[in-house]
């Protein structure tokens, strides 16, 4: 299958090559870059180095002659391409926000008029997979709300308030330079950001409640000088008091027979370069505490697109995306 990755120059567009390189049942046929237009792939991608001889591209919307489009571009770019692409007959995932809230939160969140809202599947597969399958357009989820979700999803119904806290690697902010990722101000370092006003804690709040969850929600990103992973606390403060043993029941039940969700100690380095997310839940009766850890570019963004595009193509779910963790 002839692959299109529109925006292919930064992070996540390098991990879907670098996926996509490898997968039995795809070509990587396009790349697009509007500012590195007939220079290869592999300049602004060296790891790729030997794989390809692919060049940026930066074809208009009806020249992209591909049959599936992974959209990598900025939030509020995608829905000048969705439209136009899936007219033409080809599958779409969307890596932006664009398409993961309803059109009015999404206006309230990202204080921009939305102008080709189409309401598709939240791509969390785990959660969301019946939607996914057969789809022919899928929104992506955000990095922070994959880990996030997938920590209390299990207890999402049982909860009174869920306030999450989350670590994040420099990369989940994207390749351009700025005073917040300078390594100086990174390194030895723990900064907290947005304390209350995340835009990903509406994907949270969506997530919960649409699995019956009636729980406040709340949630605190800091940065940590890491290059890539997220691990995120959850307290998830009960209306009942549960034993360890009921938790733990509860989450080897909701998650039985998911290849990408291991039940282990969470280490970022653990899940580094792969698709898994890994959970480990402690009960204090009232409180329980869960934690989670995701490469917030591959299952919080490049390998969760994989995952989504593999669902809707009717392959099996994992292909192309066996792949043990980095250690150290």
Known sequence: MRVAIIGASGYTGGELMRLLLNHPETEVAVATSRTLAGTPVTKEHPHISGFTNLQFTNPGINDID?????????????????????ERGLKVVDLSADYRLP?????????????????????????????????????????????????????????????????????????????????????????PYKWTTHRHLAEMKQEIKWLGGTADCYFTPHLVPVNRGILTTAHILLKD???????????????????????QMPRLSAVRGTNFCDIQCESEGKRVVVVSAIDNLMKGASGQAVQNMNIMCNWKENTGLQLPGLLP
């Open 241 to 263: 008091p549960m034993s360890q043993e009921e938790v733990e029941r509860k989450y080897q039940e909701f998650y039985r027979g998911e290849y990408f969700i291991r039940h």
């Open 103 to 191: 059109q009015k939160v999404f206006e309230e969140v990202y204080g921009v008029p939305h102008t080709a809202f189409i309401p598709v599947p939240y791509g969390i597969p785990e959660l969301h997979r019946k939607e996914v399958n057969g789809s022919s357009f899928v929104a992506n989820p955000g990095c922070f709300p994959t880990g996030a979700t997938l920590a209390a999803a299990p207890l999402a119904k049982d909860a009174d308030a869920i306030i999450f806290d989350s670590k994040t690697g420099v990369s989940g902010a994207g390749d351009n330079p700025s005073a917040s990722t300078h390594y100086p101000n990174v390194g030895d370092n723990v900064n």
């Open 66 to 86: 591909a049959d599936f489009a992974f959209l990598a571009v900025p939030h509020t770019a995608a829905m000048q391409f969705a439209p136009s692409l899936l």
